[in-house]
């Protein structure tokens, strides 16, 4: 398995931005698709997008799109959410994941996971 970090999260107010990084190591990353969740309290883990193993091509869910943008640096090892115009119903932990597919929307489509990074949007 790849280990994975992610960082960046934190607190905003409604209509700001954040990025998050997640930085792998252990494995060939550019071998691996990279994909983004998040889960609020009390909610299921729930798909954001995902991108490519060339981060050529990405895949957001319709209610992100256009307010989020997942990016890869694969000298860096490293993959991206930009993340703009948020809104409290944004507020959820952040994971980022790893696998051999584009894409799957559940979670047990990713064999390497993250520890999450923390993101609160105030009202």
């Known amino acids: 398995q790849m280990q994975l970090v992610e960082s960046g999260g934190g607190l905003v107010q409604a209509g700001g931005s954040l990025r998050l990084s997640c930085a792998a190591s252990?494995?060939?990353?550019?071998?691996?698709?990279m994909a983004w969740f998040r889960q609020a309290p009390g909610k299921e883990r729930e798909f954001v997008g995902a991108?490519?193993?060339?981060?050529?091509?990405?895949y957001l869910v319709d209610s992100m799109k256009g307010r989020f943008t997942i990016t890869r640096d694969n000298a860096k090892n490293t993959v991206y959410l930009q993340m703009s115009s948020l809104k409290p119903e944004d507020t959820a932990v952040y994971y980022c994941a790893a696998g051999s597919v584009f894409w799957r929307p559940v979670a047990n489509g990713y064999d390497s996971w993250g520890q999450g990074t923390q993101v609160t949007v105030s009202s």
């Open positions: 991108i490519t193993r060339s981060g050529g091509s990405t």
């Open positions: 252990g494995r060939t990353f550019s071998s691996y698709v």
